[in-house]
């Protein structure tokens, strides 16, 4: 009897797990929360993280937050938001830093804690993390402005 | 036995019956009312004594349970000011025990004592573990308030600091050109060094080593004896970027024409040959002062850029001619979901023969996914000061795809050398392979057929394999 009812106990709790982790899953792009804007299109993002666009509305000029190139969490962003592989744009950095020909590059830290700490203290700042990893920090001074529903690669 | 013998006596004496109640009851009943009275006597003192423990008990637990009441204010408070921490919810199974504990209190006093005494000690290790977590809480906080000023500082020096970055290729070609056999090449060594000077001042210089440069002079009367590959400083300026928009620069820089004479780095670039129209129709690098504006009209992006120079031909020290180069690009990024930048480029200048040279460009790179289309076209007009004017025509469209860590490039050039001479069209077909082993290390294999219209000149075929490597990427 014990043994169905931890059988029974595991089956009901199993998918309650699972979508919770799938809540958790997918990535989150932050500001700080003084910046006048609560929400950004995918394509603003894009121009953004291309330095397409280099100031925001409120006339500072923008400060962009980087993972390295190996990390999941930009390997999703990079593939959902720019459209390449992470590699392929850490590339196209690079040759623009190079040649000094990079206007407003993106700050790469290690940390998604770091990007989450940087963004919370400057206002111009705009970062991505994961979802997790935003929960797990109950994050402040920062709000989130687009998200990406999916799956981390591993 | 006593009492029953004292019957008999009384049954035996029925006229003495009075009398013998009283010895009667002076016999065994007296001495065992005070007996009683005494037992009495004792448990109402016991119960006295228990009344007065359980009093003592349950003031002792009303205090208890002000104190938890007090933790769980402070627990509170201490998950809201430290909510970066993951705080414990007030135990609530303490709360419970000292609940527990209080109904106790209407059984037993023995209950009671045996219940009260471990829940006292749990509440005093629970605020020892509260103090000790708090402790804990502001160290680990110190700790990180610590490593971030450190890490300020460090990022401090490092950009202060002169930064070393380059890229180096070496290459193996096989080719059936006249004149030419297969063999290795030492291709490219360029070095480039960076200074942030003071805020918004900034040095930065390229020194380019092609084909392994070697330089000997005769001991004896210290003439050069031996001159080997190219040693050259590419870029040097200093530069002024107060703003995002704007920044200017003096000395000498890649000159802003096209797309592929600023970006042709070869751990960058799918190809070790350059487009035909490079090193032709504009010069590669420029002295003088660039100014470069970009504004942002809706999300859209333009890039302008405008210099003046000495113009071609001319060394680093001085003009040889009286005219000065100028020019200017224009680069615009639409609002898209892609990259797709497309612009036009002008240089004018009149060079140490005298002849005024106008050379004009449009270029395009259209990029959709791991797709990308680059293609560039130029057109110079060139007037000579006593001769009929003549013009150079140049173009070329490459197209890549990134395959996962392989990317295919395919181009087509093409150039035309003073289009009033027949016979003077050059093409060139190119394929090629590359493998990114890593983002900074880069495989080559290409093929390039070269055709000429002028029968003079041998059509040829070549076969490159090269490797490329970036270093520091600032």
């Given amino acids: 009897m014990r043994f169905f009812l931890i059988l029974l106990s595991l089956f009901l709790l199993h998918p309650l797990g699972a979508a919770s982790a799938a809540e958790d ?3 989150v792009v932050i500001v700080n929360s003084k910046n006048e804007l609560n929400q950004l299109s995918r394509r603003t993002i894009f121009r953004l993280y291309s330095n397409y666009k280099l100031e925001w509305g409120f006339g500072e ?35 623009m830093k190079i040649t000094n020909q990079a206007i407003n590059p993106p700050i790469v830290l290690k940390s998604e804690w770091m990007i989450i700490r940087k963004v919370s203290r400057q206002k111009n700042a705009i970062g991505y993390v994961s979802l997790r990893a935003f929960k797990s920090r109950r994050a402040r001074n920062v709000k989130i402005v687009y998200t990406i529903q999916a799956e981390l690669p591993e | 036995m006593l009492f029953q013998s004292f019957l008999r006596a009384c049954q035996c004496n029925r006229d003495r019956l009075g009398p013998c109640f009283i010895v009667g009851f002076l016999l065994f009943v007296a001495p065992s009312q005070a007996l009683c009275d005494e037992r009495i006597d004792r448990i109402e003192k016991t119960l006295k004594l228990m009344q007065q423990k359980i009093e003592a008990l349950s003031l002792e637990n009303r205090q208890l349970k002000e104190k938890v009441q007090v933790m769980e204010a402070a627990s509170k408070q201490r998950g809201h000011i430290l909510q970066a921490v993951t705080t414990p919810p007030p135990d609530s199974s303490k ?14 006093a023995g209950d009671v004592v045996a219940t009260e005494i471990p829940s006292t000690v749990k509440e005093t290790e629970s605020n020892d573990e509260a103090a000790d977590e708090k402790f804990s809480m502001d160290a680990f906080q110190e700790r990180v308030r610590e490593l971030e000023s450190s890490q300020e500082e460090t990022i401090s020096r490092l950009d202060s600091s002169v930064k070393v970055g380059g890229y180096a290729s070496v290459e193996y070609g096989f080719t059936n050109d006249r004149g030419r056999s297969s063999g290795f090449r030492v291709r490219n060594f360029s070095l480039f060094f960076s200074k942030a000077i003071q805020k918004n001042w900034q040095l930065f210089s390229e020194l380019e080593f092609e084909d392994a440069p070697f330089i000997q002079s005769n001991p004896n009367n210290n003439a050069i004896s031996t001159v080997q590959g190219k040693f050259l400083v590419e870029q040097m300026y200093i530069k002024y970027h107060p703003s995002v928009r704007w920044d200017i620069v003096a000395g000498r820089y890649l000159t802003p024409f096209g797309i592929w004479n600023v970006y042709h780095y070869d751990p960058y670039v799918p190809t070790q040959r350059r487009p035909l129209m490079l090193r032709v129709l504009f010069p590669v690098f420029s002295d003088g002062i660039r100014l470069r504006y970009s504004f942002n009209p809706g999300l859209a992006l333009i890039n302008s850029e405008f210099y003046l120079a000495n113009g071609t031909g001319n ?26 930048n497309f612009g036009a480029s002008i240089f004018r200048d009149k060079d140490n023969l005298n002849v005024a040279r106008t050379t004009y460009g449009l270029h395009l790179l259209a990029r959709y996914h791991d797709l990308a289309l680059q293609a560039e076209f130029a ?17 070329y469209a490459q197209l890549s795809y990134d395959l996962d860590r392989w990317t295919l490039a395919a181009r087509y050039d093409w150039l035309n050398v003073n289009s009033r001479l027949p016979l003077s069209n050059s093409y060139r077909y190119t394929g090629a392979v590359n493998y990114h082993f890593w983002h900074n290390v880069i495989g080559k294999i290409e093929y390039n057929r070269n055709r000429f219209d002028n029968p003079v000149i041998k059509d040829f075929q070549e076969v490159i394999l090269s490797l490329a490597v970036a270093i520091g990427d600032f």
Avoid: C
């Fill in chain 2, 95 to 108: 709360v419970n025990t000292s609940n527990h504990s209080t109904s106790s209190l209407a059984g037993t």
């Fill in chain 1, 25 to 27: 899953s997918g990535v």
């Fill in chain 2, 315 to 340: 060394p680093g020290r001085f003009d040889r001619n009286v005219s000065k180069a100028i020019g200017g690009k224009i680069n615009i990024t639409p609002n898209l979901l892609t990259d797709m």
């Fill in chain 1, 61 to 95: 000029s923008v400060i962009l937050y980087d993972l390295l190139p190996t990390n999941p969490v930009r390997k999703l962003f990079s593939r959902q938001v720019l459209g390449r592989d992470a590699s392929r744009v850490a590339e196209r950095w690079a040759h």
């Fill in chain 2, 379 to 395: 057109h110079r007009v060139n007037n000579p000061l006593n001769a009929v004017s003549f013009r150079d025509v140049s173009a």
